[in-house]
């Protein structure tokens, strides 16, 4: 979800190349759109972004962007199987005490300590809301602000925050929340486990390329059965966005590229297959399927890969603004061995 940031600078480890045709490490095949805007919405509706996705008592939950005439907002939907997410009703949760006005980018868990879902998400700064009913779209929160002043290393040149696409994820001691900045950096701050959701301080540049080489929309998981963490970064390629994957022994620690090709791509349209018509130019803005709920964000190496993305399904020659931009949901998985599927200890 973009917010246009500029005139950022410090020490980072520098990133950058020309984005890969293909990538030698991932293959996947992707789904027709599974959640489009409803047929009865009408054509101020225009689009549904930035979903987040967990499985709970027998139902995927999924949290998403919706853009439509009015702005940006967010919504959810919940359904058993995906073949019957199509149908499954779309509920804004404007209707509950989070009320109306921009919101963007979300990302959905259970933190366990508190035994509460929270839902991370922009508005602006970074916002979250908690209910103990994931199921009840009316139950969430009023918003509250992760930071009660904006940190220095976050501002423009003209003292504007760029900040977006925040991300949590906890390990035995620590939450860690990280950003981009639409202009090519990735951020991290960090809060004891006691202390989530207040206190994060230390906001640190933990990578830098150029802008469109590590541009937004960014996840972080736990590799179950291992010792390694993986973080996702969207980029900006000649045959639309795609994702970069990199890994890390520690949330704290050095990120490294994942992948042995020049890029370290993870999906893009060079290695995605589609299941009938292309209907999708690149792959953008999404989240895995995740083996837990909770606030460690755990996938399982030894299972096929899944990652539920929005794709972007334009009409050819048609010229669309921002807010308008034709995204729908689909669901990639992914085909054969792959170096986070070798990880699988079974």
């Not at 990133?15 to 919405?41: C, E, K, M, Q, V």
């Not at 995927?60 to 967010?74: D, E, I, P, Q, R």
């Not at 509250?144 to 423009?156: E, G, M, R, S």
């Not at 390990?171 to 701050?189: I, M, P, V, W």
């Amino acid at each position: 979800m973009a917010i246009a940031a500029s005139g950022i600078v410090g020490s980072a480890v520098v990133l950058g190349a020309d984005p890969p045709a293909r990538s030698a490490s991932f293959r996947w095949t992707s789904s027709a759109p599974l959640i489009s805007p409803p047929a009865n919405a009408g054509p101020d509706f225009y689009g549904l972004k930035d979903p987040s996705v967990v499985y709970h008592e027998g139902k995927y939950h999924v949290f998403m962007t919706t853009a439509t005439s009015k702005g940006w907002g967010l919504a959810y939907t919940s359904f058993k199987n995906w073949k019957d997410a199509s149908k499954a009703p779309i509920v804004g949760l404007d209707r509950s005490p989070m009320g109306p006005g921009y919101r963007a980018a979300p990302q959905v868990f259970y933190f366990a300590p508190h035994k509460l879902w929270y839902l991370i998400y922009q508005g602006g700064d970074p916002l979250y809301s908690t209910s103990t009913n994931i199921s009840d779209p009316t139950s969430w929160s009023a918003p509250a602000p992760l930071f009660q002043t904006v940190p220095d290393i976050v501002k423009q040149a003209d003292g504007n925050p760029a900040w977006l696409d925040f991300w949590n994820i906890c390990d035995e001691r620590n939450c860690y929340l990280f950003f981009t900045n639409d202009q090519g950096s990735f951020f991290r701050a960090e809060t004891s486990l006691g202390e989530f959701p207040k206190g994060f301080h230390n906001v640190t540049r933990v990578m830098r390329g150029k802008r469109e080489d590590m541009f937004e929309a960014g996840n972080t998981y736990r590799i179950a059965g291992t010792s390694n963490y993986l973080t996702l970064i969207e980029a900006i390629g000649p045959k639309g966005r795609y994702f970069r994957a990199w890994k890390s022994d520690s949330l704290a620690g050095k990120w490294k590229p994942l992948t042995p090709d020049r890029m370290n791509g993870f999906a893009g349209s060079g290695t995605v297959r589609f299941q009938g018509r292309m209907w999708s130019e690149g792959v953008s803005h999404g989240e895995m399927i995740r083996s837990t709920s909770d606030q460690t964000l755990a996938i399982d190496p030894c299972k096929p890969l899944r990652y539920l993305y929005q794709g972007l399904d334009k009409v050819e020659g048609k010229s669309y603004q921002y807010i308008e931009l034709p995204y729908r949901l689909g669901l990639i998985t992914a085909i054969g061995p792959n170096p986070i599927s070798s990880m699988c200890k079974k």
